[in-house]
Every structure is written in structure tokens, then in C-alpha cells.
């Protein structure tokens, strides 16, 4: 995280359609990618909190799209959630503060996009599942969002990140920072890079059978990582998913794939203690039961392949946080030497894990 300033913030905070006075505002969120604070403004003497983001430019080159998709698809299930007379709609879905111009977004004189947020109070997000209620509120979440847009009409959404999740131009991208080894660093990553040589087979079996029309494109939120999830502080349930930017379209497969990377094991992504990762197998079973119900619209041949997502998806941001580091860390940010290493390290040794009980998982789901 870059060091704070509190002018800048001041600066941007009075840019958009806020009413009240900045009191202060702190650094939030282990995100890897953008820049993210939290706000605290005097409103007629209530604290009200909002969230400021510099949108990353160098992952997001069009964040006038990407806003664009965000107000669609915000705008879209608001719509839904007051039309089924729901409460504490500000809640339930992201609100966007539009700029003192009225666009969803703000460009600083230095090129920087910034855009600011209602803050969901009452909620919180954890790095790792605690409990299967909690990867069944998380598998929950990400159905009902998925299934919430479901309808949305009009023009297609725009790819944000074109070839996010195709799995095989990942792993081109990796072999191709092999063959460079820009860094020489190919040398102190050897059996990771073995064991993505090992399991290239996985990358095309999703894309063969989209490719055969077996399995659709849908509108999909791509980076369903549990700390994306806010549950509510009090009851636990969930309340709402963040991080919009990769809402696109997708296979429903991909998001389910990222919800079991990220609620399976006990630890975190950069964990350097392999051993205490773990794919725990109630936490599975939440999580599918969790989804399952609420992605009501999933074929038969979606469901046949939700174990394995779990396992593509794990071995490509493995492959992505290991690509990174052979490329000189310029993509995720990192705090240590080494860190995409770890990272990559955690994410193949629970791709292991996985492939150890990938039939027990499946038959679990199969029942469902
Ligand atoms: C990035 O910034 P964050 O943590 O929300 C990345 C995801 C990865 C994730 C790994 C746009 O998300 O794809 O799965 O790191 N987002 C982008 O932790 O590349
Ligand atoms: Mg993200």
C-alpha cells in the first residue's frame, strides 16, 4: 500500500457529490491492485463513511468502460432489489457517488481515475472461511449476483480485462516469460515451473467445451475471492460482493473456481507454511450447497464440472502470480521479495490438495 497522504484525499474527496466535511480517511483493503480508503465526513453532525479508489490504470485501461459497466450493472440489480421491495437497498449493492461533473468517475489533472463509493456499514470480510456458514453465505452471495444478472439487457458488457480467465493464454503468457527470463529468476523457480508444465492438460477443457457450445458465456463477476464478500457483522449473512471492476462476461465456472480457491483452505494466499494448506471438505460442501441453490439457472453440464473449476481456476492464478514474478513483479503488488513466488507456491500446493479429492468433491456436488 503507498503511503498515505491526506491532502491528496482532501483533494479528490471534494470532487464529488458529497455533502459535509472530510474528517479523515485510512488506507482499507489488502487489494492487490487498486488503491483503496476509507472516508469519514461530518454530515450535520452524523459521521457517514464513503470510500474513495484510484482505479489502477496500468491492469484497467479503460476505466471509462469499466465505470460504465459498474453503473449498469449496479443500476440493474438495485432496479431488482426495489422492485421486490427489499430493504436496506444501500446495503445490498454497490452505490456509486458520481462527480461534482455527474459522471461515475473522476479524472485528476495527472491522468489518475478515481471514483468513491457508499460504505457498507455493519459488515465485514475475512481473508479466510472460518466457518461453513461462511463459505455457504459466500457460495450464496456470488449465485444470487450472478443470478441477479442474469437478464440484463442491452449491449453486451464491456471486457474490462479481454482473455481475463482463458486459461491457455495464460499459460502462453508463462511460457513465454520462461523462454525470456528477463530477470533471471527461472533458475529459483524451477519445480514451480515444472509443475505447470505437468498440468498444461487442465488449460483447455473449459475452453474446449464453451468452444462445442456446451457450456454458455454469462454474466460473471471474475474475481470472487472470499474477502470480496461483506458479511454482515451481527448475523453473518451476507449482504452484498465488492470489487465490481471484472463484472463481464465469463463462465459461471470461473467465479465458482475462485469462491473454492479462496474459501477452501485455512490460509492465506502467501501463506509460506505449505503444510498448513489444506482443502477442508465441509468448507466445499458449504460453499457448493451455498451456490448451487441460488445459481439456479446452471445446466447439468456447468454443475459436472464444478470441482474441477476449483482446481483450473487455483492452477491459473497460481501460473499468473508466478508468470509476475518471473516478469519482475509488475503486475500484483508485493511487499516482500519473493512474494508472487509464495503466492504461486500456495496456490499449486492447493491444486494438489484438490486433485487428491476432486472424485469425493464432485460426488458431492452431483447429489446436490
Ligand atoms: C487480484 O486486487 P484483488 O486482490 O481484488 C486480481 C485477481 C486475482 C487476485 C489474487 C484485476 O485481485 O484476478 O485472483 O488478485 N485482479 C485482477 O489475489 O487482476
Ligand atoms: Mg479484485
Redesign the pocket.
Known sequence: MPPYREFDIEQISKQFQIYGEILHAEPCK?????ETYTATYDQGGAKVRYIHQKINQN??KRPDQVMENLVRVTSHIRRKLVARGEKEITRKVLGVIPSREGKPYYQAPDGDCWRTFVFVENTRTYEAAETPQQAFEAGKAFGNFQCLLADIDGPRLHET?PD?HHARKRFDAFNEAVAKDHFSRVASAKSEIEFALKNEKLVDVLLKAHAAGKIPERITH??T?F??VMLDTNTGNQICVV?L??VMPGLALYDFG?MV??TTSPTM?DEKDLSKVQLRLPMFEALARGYVESATFLTKTERSYLAFAGKLITFV?GL??LTDFLLGDT???VHRAEHNLD?CRTQFRLVDCIAKQEKKMQQFVDKL
Open positions: 489488502i487489494g492487490h491492485i487498486n491492469v484497467f480485462i481475463f471474475n474475481d475471492k474477502n470480496n470489487d471492476d471484472t475462485d480457491r479462496t494466499e492464478i499468473r502470480f503486475y500484483f503488488r503466492r
